[in-house]
């Protein structure tokens, strides 16, 4: 596509975007699928003529033709397909089927003296190339694009969460001034909390499933052919070949529950970035952190000065696109009338797009991070200019001190006023309490009180 062309695209993902969106087309684009299913096709038949009980022969010539199908796929072989599905071509009619058009582009590139056009689709239905198609992309787009950008992500906030561990923070719990933190504690929490996600869409992926059993799920077609063949066996070989779980049990349809997986499982990382964002947001309001000017760039058109935190709210309303798209995908998809019906068909060219989203936001959430630097002197001046926090330590000094109307005595000195550290000291000093307890006391800052904060950086593997 070229520049001009995408100013006319009709989504964001094919115009504005294009650029970022790129790196996925390989896996969600029509052409893409045509590869794929070409590939099952090509690996079916050679599957085919390796049984005993087939009068298909290949040679490793034939093999490496027929596998140069898919390996050396090109533009004008899409096109091709897309031809024969639409108008025709030379001996072919028109399809109005995709895979039958893909059907007719194997049968057409076989050598002039090859056997093998009866053996095409010899036994499936639509859907063994389909489902099997799908998940070889989608597991190529996460294992290829998707979460390596995550782990980019994560590793970010990982070197952030070493890098400031022991940088004190004002927390804030129900938005107000709470027990401090650290800054890289917080950045610890995050990448923890994405370690997690992406191990659960590892786990997903690992877990994609196909089957290969006919119309109705019952390997009809095959066993009438060939009585004596495992079918389930070979199914199930052949299957697990590509690099997925066999699914045994189906209708025409594979259940999807696989796919539901993995979706529900980029919307939880998504709401772990979409957690982030927003924090990230506010901690430039709070000019917790800066952000580094972009020579050229405009914050405002009005008013000159701006440096808007764009990259972290790009990526919360793609993150939130990608959500209601991967929630309405794992919905529908594992969900079908009786055996079959299409609707699925439609709904499943809209992956890419819900990808699309995830890693236009990925890209985003890493720019911002990547722009952003920690004012230290802001965040240690609110910590001064909040003692009350240390009440909390106050009170708890005391309890263990055996005074169990501690907590009530902190309370009636700070809450809902203006107290300072001479406040405190003063409440310090007509304590009954040991010496040494009163010097622990006297001891306290709102930025040494930070407990194990910057240790639980370690944490993190």
């Known amino acids: 596509m070229t520049e001009t062309d995408a100013l006319y695209a009709v989504s964001p993902l094919d115009g504005r975007y294009d650029g970022r969106t790129a790196p996925l087309s390989p896996y969600a684009s029509e052409a893409a699928l045509m590869r ?114 995550l782990y980019d992500v994560r590793e970010t906030l990982a070197e952030m969460a070493r890098d400031y561990r022991d940088l004190p923070m004002l927390a804030r719990t129900h938005g107000q001034p709470a027990t401090p933190t650290t800054f890289g504690k917080e950045m610890a929490v995050y990448a923890a909390r994405l370690g997690r996600a992406t191990g659960r869409i590892r786990q997903a992926t690992d877990e994609l499933s196909g089957k290969l059993g006919g119309a109705s799920g019952t390997y009809a077609a095959h066993v009438a052919a060939y009585p004596d063949v495992d079918w389930q066996a070979f199914a199930r070989d052949f299957v697990e070949g590509l690099g997925l779980k066999f699914e045994p049990l189906t209708t025409q349809v594979n259940p999807c529950d696989d796919l539901a997986a993995l979706f529900d499982a980029f919307r939880g990382a998504n709401t772990v970035l979409l957690d982030l964002d927003l924090d990230m947001w506010l901690y430039v309001s709070d000019r917790y952190l800066g952000q580094e000017a972009v020579e050229g760039e405009t914050g405002s058109s009005t008013m000159p000065h701006k440096v808007n935190p764009i990259d972290f709210e ?44 995830c890693l236009i936001a990925y890209g985003k959430t890493a720019s911002g991070l990547s722009k952003v630097v920690p004012n230290e002197q802001v965040m240690r001046d609110d910590l001064e200019n909040t003692p009350e926090i240390i009440g909390e330590a106050v009170q708890t000094i005391l309890r263990r001190e055996g005074q169990a109307d501690a907590y009530e005595r902190v309370k009636a000195v700070t809450r809902g006023k203006d107290v300072t550290l001479a406040d405190f000291r003063e409440m310090f000093d007509d304590l009954d309490v040991d010496e040494d307890v009163r010097e622990e006391l006297h001891a306290l800052t709102p930025t040494g009180y930070t407990g194990v904060a910057s240790e639980l950086v370690d944490d993190l593997e």
């Open 314 to 357: 790009n990526s919360e309303g793609n993150l939130s696109k990608a959500n209601s798209d991967l929630s309405f995908l794992a919905d529908y998809v594992t969900t079908s009338r009786l055996q079959r019906d299409l609707s699925d068909s439609t709904v499943k060219r809209n992956i890419g797009g819900a990808f699309a989203h």
């Open 36 to 149: 794929a299913r070409v590939r099952v096709e090509v690996e079916y038949l050679i599957a085919l003529a390796d049984l005993e009980v087939t009068p298909l022969e290949l040679s490793l010539e034939e093999r490496e033709h027929l596998r140069g199908l898919y390996t050396n796929f090109a533009e004008e072989d899409a096109r091709l397909i897309k031809t024969l599905e639409t108008e025709g071509y030379e001996e072919f009619d028109a399809t109005n089927h995709d895979v039958k058009a893909v059907e007719y582009f194997v049968r057409h590139r076989l050598p002039d003296d090859s056997d093998a056009s009866a053996w095409i689709h010899f036994g499936l239905t639509s859907e063994d190339v389909n489902n099997l198609a799908h998940r070889l992309l989608v597991r190529d787009a996460v294992d290829e694009v998707l979460l390596p950008t």
